[in-house]
C-alpha cells in the first residue's frame, strides 16, 4: 500500500513530514503517542496569541 510507505518513510524521518501535509496526518492518525506539535502549541509558543 502506498500508505504504508509514506508511513514508514516517516516514523524513520518526521521531518519528511511538514505539518499540514498528508504524510504527517498519516504519521499522526497512525502513531498518536509519538510527540507530534499541533497548530495549536505552535501558535501559542509563538508569542502570536496577545
Known amino acids: 500500500m502506498p500508505t504504508?510507505?509514506?508511513e514508514a518513510q516517516?516514523?524513520?524521518d518526521p521531518n519528511k513530514a511538514p505539518l499540514?501535509?498528508?504524510p504527517r496526518?498519516?504519521?499522526r492518525l497512525r502513531h498518536p503517542?509519538?510527540?507530534q506539535p499541533t497548530?495549536?502549541?505552535i501558535?501559542?509558543?509563538s508569542g502570536w496569541d496577545d
Open 4 to 6: 504504508a510507505a509514506i
Open 10 to 12: 516517516t516514523v524513520a
Open 20 to 22: 499540514g501535509t498528508l
Open 25 to 27: 496526518e498519516i504519521l
Open 33 to 35: 503517542k509519538l510527540a
Open 39 to 41: 497548530w495549536e502549541t
Open 43 to 45: 501558535f501559542v509558543s
